[in-house]
């Protein structure tokens, strides 16, 4: 009995040392496990902190590459923009002298009876120079008649803008009249001069594409992410932290004005947000199709023209003052005629829509397209306020604005 009770102690004793080298080892594999699992972890949030720093620095070098390119557009958008503004200055002095022959009446036969004249006097000198594609003659005269003088001084005039006053003008000419504006920026709406033309100036934003466009953006903005809208064929790409819209078609393409004027129900709206490896790609893309990128503000301002033409939204209260914000880009307004001039109008001091108008003598159309272009683009220091959508109302407000 105490041989086997001897026996038995050692067997407890043998399978309580394997019990225990058993729980050893499972020790040591368990924190070898551990030690594995940290490495690959630490290892892993290295990898992953290098990799957000490459596309830190990738995504930060695209931003600096596009801003230079935006600069670049930006100056020679000026440039061109004061190359505008000085042949508008030239046009100007050319219509005056149109007008000013116009008003004289003065009919060909007369014109070539100062010619002779011209040729017979004997004091008259004359010197050729060179416009931008007609030779013509700078005369100068010392006549003792007044009235040949005149007539005289008239003829230079012609003469210095062509050789007769049925010469085409300048094609930034048909830019700047407003009788020959594109329709499809600022239709073609009279000024309002009663109530009941009300409606006809009025739209609705939200049936337009617009204002898919401005809500997507927003969300640009906010979220960080870069958001596809497909309408139908057409492509958009909206990336805020590169200040950048792509396009597939240009805003001056017919589908694209169409798309804009149409009402939004007419399109299947697809929206997505793009992965990073998605945008890198799209950003690569954009390098290469450089007239389809472009600046937010730009391509708002632009999308808005083509939906608004001259209109305004619906419930904007027109005796509502409006000023605008400081430190804009005034590019955004570069395709409204006398725009210029309303800026500087609206600085000078706050003032309604109806009433900016009559103190500039500018056309409504072009005032509204203002206006659209400074509310979709949060340009309005004091947002206008929306007044109550009933007839009665309107009319109230009309009857009040049109009294005079």
């Not at 190359?83 to 508008?88: A, F, H």
């Not at 230079?156 to 006053?165: F, H, M, Q, R, V």
Request: glycine share 2%.
């Amino acid at each position: 009995r105490v041989e086997a009770e001897r026996v038995e102690a050692e067997r407890v004793e043998a399978e309580r040392v394997e019990a225990e080298r058993v729980e050893a080892e499972r020790v040591e594999a368990e924190r070898a496990e551990a030690e594995r699992a940290e490495a690959e972890r630490a290892e892993a949030e290295r990898a992953e902190a290098e990799r957000a720093e490459a596309e830190r620095a990738e995504l930060e070098a695209e931003r600096v590459e596009v801003a230079k390119l935006k600069l670049e557009q930006l100056t020679k958008d000026k440039m061109e923009l004061a190359k505008r503004q000085e042949e508008q200055i030239q046009l100007d002095k050319i219509r005056q002298e149109i007008e000013k022959v116009e008003s004289q009446d003065y009919e060909k036969e007369t014109i070539e009876e100062i010619a002779e004249l011209i040729n017979q006097e004997d004091s008259v000198e004359t010197a050729e120079y060179q416009t931008d594609s007609t030779l013509v003659e700078d005369i100068v005269l010392d006549v003792q008649d007044e009235e040949l003088n005149e007539k005289i001084e008239v003829l230079a005039s012609i003469k210095a803008i062509g050789d007769s006053l049925d010469s085409p003008l300048d094609p930034v000419e048909e830019h700047i009249n407003e009788d020959t504006q594109n329709i499809n920026y600022f239709g073609n709406n009279e000024d309002i001069s009663d109530a009941e033309s009300l409606e006809s100036i009025c739209y609705k934003p939200e049936d337009y594409m617009i204002s898919v466009l401005l809500e997507n953006s927003e969300e640009a903005k906010t979220t960080a992410e870069v958001i596809r809208l497909e309408f139908d064929k057409i492509v958009m790409i909206i990336d805020y932290t590169l200040n950048t819209i792509y396009c597939s078609v240009d805003p001056n393409d017919v589908d694209y004005q169409k798309l804009c004027s149409n009402f939004i129900t007419e399109y299947k709206i697809e929206k997505r947000i793009l992965s990073y490896s998605e945008a890198k790609t799209q950003r690569i893309q954009w390098r290469k199709n450089q007239e389809l990128s472009h600046p937010i503000g730009t391509f708002v301002a632009t999308s808005s023209l083509l939906t608004a033409k001259g209109r305004l939204p619906e419930g904007v209260d027109l005796t509502k003052k409006i000023s605008l914000k400081g430190g804009f880009d005034s590019c955004v307004f570069e395709l409204i005629p006398y725009s210029e001039e309303i800026i500087h109008k609206i600085n000078e001091h706050s003032v309604p829509l109806l009433e900016l108008a009559t103190l500039t003598d500018i056309p409504q159309k072009y005032i509204f397209s203002f206006y659209n272009i400074a509310s979709n683009l949060n340009l309005l220091d004091t947002v206008i306020e929306l007044v109550p959508q009933e007839k009665e109302e309107k009319k109230s407000l009309f009857k009040k604005l049109f009294k005079k």
